[in-house]
């Protein structure tokens, strides 16, 4: 039936930060569009001045350039249905705020906040609404007369939806099924205010959708309630047939699994909420961000793309194509997904052991770099290759693999204690010749020499080998001894055991 081209948006407004949420959001938007050859936009919402925070738009597309989230069009990518901000769109706006006016869907209101408190005092639960619109000062109570002298004089006003009450309002959404809500709980909502020169969010959102050619609002579930609203403005401008399709997406919940996620989760469990670091402002107060904590950024999609939606089998890890290919908002849970930051660790190690040798190697480089240490790239990538499985983040290989960059210029005391036996020198400096002898250095080869000849004189071999752990790392840690002794070579692997023996004996 609907056989119209897919168009999805995102619609941040630019009020701080862009939260993990919303990444979520942009997220499933982009994968319906993709899968379904469709286009991606960009839409900058931002009619609330008073919320407007200098570099929230730039962050949100470096966000979401950085996760690999492309738009077709919208604010830094054109297209053919612009301006994508909505401040720029003052002129269309007016002219659907007179069209609501004239059709007698809307009306204005000159009530000002101390009438509107004092109605509120008067009347418990007020609600400006059918029960109580008569009695305030508005277009429907006033004559036209007296409204234009009071927009003339200088007055400042707002337009209100005027809405019908008791009426069932059905809002179909992909995820949810039918939606039914009375109009009686509705408010008149402000459509509009004289002060600002702007819509509000609702009436700028609805025109921009039509006027775009969206076909699918996919949101999250903090948009729901103002869905009746919508369908009311899509019916009251006469743009219902062309309506879009409606997917509320479910809540990211807190790691306890009790309401919302919020940053102050984030802060007091020690992770981010936000996909990159982020200093506010006004407070210069710096959050941390998924970029900068050393999450990848294919990582990150996986794990959000699995937080309210699931593939219907097991399967968890899925680029992005996977994902395009497999998305599916029938799919997508009505409860709140828990946000289980230990599994967005848990993905990162998955995607450190999937990834090439070589990318790790390139951003474990620049580390390596700022230690001091200037190593070769395919040492580097073999090192990379042999400890990755044992990290989940790139920066956590430093502590892992410094000892292959570094001899070590002390032992630890108590490993050196307990490993370091009376006869541990003279058995590692015969270990020493046996090095010495053989060719190549590979692993397993050494591991059978070195072996035959322990076993040979009667040697323990346990002794020797955390002797020799402890020569070559200067502790008791580290991945295989003979894998150790290959990547560092004969000349290095004998050098630091003739070391140990000269400090330890
Ligand atoms: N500007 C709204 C927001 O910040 C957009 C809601 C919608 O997608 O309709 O989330």
Redesign the pocket.
């Known amino acids: 039936m609907n056989q119209r081209k897919v168009r999805v948006r995102f619609?941040?407004?630019p009020t701080g930060a862009l939260h993990i949420g919303?990444v979520r959001t942009a997220l499933y938007n982009y994968l319906f569009a993709k899968q379904h050859g469709g286009d991606m936009i960009l839409r900058i919402?931002d009619t609330d001045s008073q919320r407007f925070v200098p570099g929230a738009e730039e962050y949100i597309i470096e966000s979401l350039t950085w996760l690999g989230l492309k738009f077709d069009e919208g604010v830094g990518f054109g297209g053919n249905y612009g301006p994508y901000r909505q401040s720029e769109r003052r002129e269309i706006y007016k002219q659907y705020v007179d069209q609501l006016l004239n059709d007698g869907k809307a009306y204005i209101a000159f009530d000002t906040p101390e009438e509107l408190d004092k109605k509120r005092q008067e009347i418990s639960n007020f609600q400006y609404d059918a029960s109580t619109r008569m009695q305030m000062r508005n277009s429907l109570t006033l004559s036209i007369e007296e409204v234009q002298s009071l927009i003339q004089s200088g007055n400042q006003y707002v337009v209100r939806m005027q809405i019908a009450p008791n009426e069932d309002i059905i809002v179909n959404d992909l995820i949810r099924g039918e939606v039914v809500i009375n109009s009686s709980v509705l408010d008149d909502k402000v459509l509009y205010k004289s002060a600002d020169q702007l819509p509000t969010?609702h009436l700028a959102?609805i025109v921009d959708d039509h006027l775009m050619e969206v076909s699918h609002?996919i949101?999250?579930e903090e948009?729901l309630p103002s869905a009746p609203l919508h369908v009311l403005l899509y019916r009251g401008l006469g743009w219902e047939d062309s309506m879009p399709a409606f997917a509320h997406l479910p809540l990211l919940l807190k790691p306890e699994g009790n309401g919302k996620l919020s940053k102050r989760d984030g802060d007091r469990l020690g992770f981010p909420v936000f996909p990159l670091e982020w200093k506010d402002p006004k407070t210069n107060e710096i959050s941390s961000g998924y970029r900068e904590s050393g999450y990848f950024p294919d990582a990150v999609v996986n794990f959000l793309a699995l937080l309210g939606w699931n593939p219907g089998d097991d399967q968890e890890i899925m680029d992005m194509d996977d994902l395009i290919r497999k998305f599916d908002l029938n799919h997508c849970s009505r409860s709140g997904a828990k946000f289980d930051y230990e599994k967005g660790k848990w993905f990162n190690h998955q995607y450190i052991l999937k990834k090439d040798n070589k990318e790790v190697a390139a951003q474990f480089i620049p580390i390596l770099n700022a230690k001091g240490v200037k190593a070769d790239v395919a040492y580097v990538e073999k090192v990379v290759g042999m400890m990755k499985e044992r990290v989940s983040f790139v920066k956590e290989l430093w502590d892992q693999t410094s000892f292959f960059f570094i001899a070590p210029d002390s032992y630890d005391e108590k490993t050196a204690k307990k490993r370091w036996k009376e006869d541990s020198a003279m058995q590692l400096g015969e270990l020493v010749e046996v090095l010495r002898t053989r060719a190549p250095f590979d692993s397993e080869g050494t591991e059978v020499e070195v072996k035959a000849w322990i076993e040979q004189k009667g040697y323990h071999l346990g002794n020797i080998m955390n002797a020799t752990r402890l020569a070559l790392v200067g502790e008791g840690k580290g991945p295989h001894i003979f894998d150790i002794t290959e990547a560092l070579g004969k000349e290095e692997s004998i050098k630091r055991i003739q070391r140990a023996i000269e400090v330890l004996k």
Request: hydrophobic share 25%; charged share 20%; net charge neutral.
């Open positions: 619609a941040p407004s919303g919402e969010y959102n609002v949101r999250g948009w």
